[in-house]
């Protein structure tokens, strides 16, 4: 039988998993963009983009996509309860001013998926789980998704922080720290925010909380901490806004943000944040953004970073590719048939096809339906 094959096959459609889907394909590779859940999909993060992030959206030509759907970020300042503040403008490498983006992961990532899906090249598979890899000896070959195997010359794995991927190819290393976990939840204010608009770190005790506005009258506020500290405060997911509130008494400068502020959504959780890779590249396959290894939210450059190496891989990748490995270029592998790679063929090979769903037996095709797997 005949087995649906690509070039790239990327495992997670979040920043780094769009960024190199769409590095590959500008660059004419063949690649299957595959995430278990269906966008809008939510995310938890505290929601900032630094500029190195919007430079980062901007190299991708996806800035004006984006622009409209977020808030200007103007600057930052960090305080700390009863103690000193310090305040900085955005600026670039040079001093000269720049901006950042506050923008809900909801939206933000939606958008990406919508440019991958437009791209010519980019198969976007929507609902669909990497359940494992393939191999041939210690050469990666594949995948076993829940739609079928897929065969591909290079799988990447965007697939997040906790990354099955990263285990399963044998490069996770132990956390050597104590684990630190994340909360996020949105908030309407009673008032739009007054220029400038600034993303606020407040360090109270163990605690930080990041305020980041993301649109004229909505504030995400996410909580940063050892989970020793989570667990001495009660801080969960169910927790959260009343803690919030509580602390908005006590801390001025939280109090000052949070007035009248009403709570918009169901909190999501994050963590333990410390993730390490023991390499980034193995026979056949390649880790981007928080799979391959995560320092902590606090840097507030995770997005950044995943964006940055999702085109880095594919900048890679396209050379090994296209030398084969050595000096001479060879052409790029075309698509075997059979149902898989019939889905997976762009619009002008696969013209007249139907799509993948109606293709599929009646319970793979349930199976998409149903499967979602919300952060
Ligand atoms: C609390 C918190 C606050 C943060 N604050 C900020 C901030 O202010 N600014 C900032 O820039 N960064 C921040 N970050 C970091 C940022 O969220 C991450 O660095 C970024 O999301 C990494 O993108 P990614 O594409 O690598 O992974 P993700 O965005 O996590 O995407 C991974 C994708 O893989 C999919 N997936 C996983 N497993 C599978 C599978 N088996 N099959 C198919 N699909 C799969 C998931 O559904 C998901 O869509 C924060 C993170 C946390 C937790």
Redesign the pocket.
């Known amino acids: 039988m005949t087995r649906a094959a690509v070039e790239v096959a990327v495992?997670?459609?979040?920043?780094?998993?769009v960024a190199t889907a769409l590095g590959c394909a500008r660059r004419g590779l063949e690649v299957a963009l595959?995430?278990?859940?269906h966008f809008p999909?939510d995310?938890?993060?505290?929601?900032?983009?630094?500029p190195q992030?919007v430079d980062a959206l901007a190299a991708l030509g996806l800035l004006s996509r984006v622009a409209p759907h977020a808030c200007r970020l103007d600057g930052i300042v960090f305080s700390v309860a009863g103690g000193p503040r310090a305040q900085a403008d955005f600026c670039d490498g040079a001093g000269a001013p720049a901006f950042g983006l506050g923008v809900r992961?909801r939206v933000l990532?939606a958008l990406l998926v919508e440019a991958a899906r437009a791209q010519p090249g980019v198969t976007l598979l929507e609902g669909?789980?990497?359940?494992d890899l393939q191999f041939r000896g210690a050469q990666v070959t594949g995948l076993q998704t829940s739609v079928g195997p897929l065969e591909a010359e290079v799988v990447v794995a965007?697939?997040?922080?906790r990354s099955?991927?990263r285990a399963r190819l044998g490069l996770e290393l132990p956390a050597r720290r104590p684990p630190r976990l994340?909360?996020?939840v949105h908030f309407r204010l009673p008032h739009a925010l007054a220029p400038p608009r600034l993303v606020e770190v407040l360090v109270s005790g163990a605690i930080e909380y990041?305020l980041?506005p993301v649109a004229d009258d909505e504030l995400e506020v996410?909580v940063?901490g050892p989970a020793r500290a989570f667990a001495a405060l009660e801080l969960s997911a169910a927790t959260l806004v009343a803690h919030l509130l509580s602390a908005a008494t006590e801390n001025p400068e939280l109090g000052a943000r949070l007035q009248g502020a009403v709570a918009l959504d169901r909190p999501l959780g994050?963590?333990p944040?410390r993730q390490r890779a023991r390499a980034v590249v193995t026979s056949g396959a390649l880790l981007?953004?928080?799979?391959a290894g995560?320092f902590d939210?606090l840097t507030?450059?995770?997005?950044?970073?995943?964006l940055a190496s999702g085109d880095a891989a594919a900048q890679a990748i396209f050379g090994a590719l296209s030398t084969g490995g050595g000096a001479a270029p060879r052409p790029l592998r075309h698509l075997h048939p059979g149902p898989l790679s019939v889905a997976l063929s762009p619009p002008a090979r696969g013209a007249g096809r139907r799509p993948l769903k109606s293709r599929l037996p009646r319970t793979i095709h349930l199976r998409i339906l149903i499967h979602s797997?919300p952060?």
């Open positions: 495992v997670g459609a979040g920043p780094a998993g595959l995430d278990r859940a999909r995310k938890p993060c505290g929601e900032g983009l630094l992030a992961r990532d669909v789980t990497a359940r965007a697939d997040g922080l099955p991927m994340g909360l996020r990041y980041t996410a940063l994050a963590g944040f981007v953004g928080d799979a995560y939210a507030g450059e995770g997005v950044g970073l995943a797997c952060w």
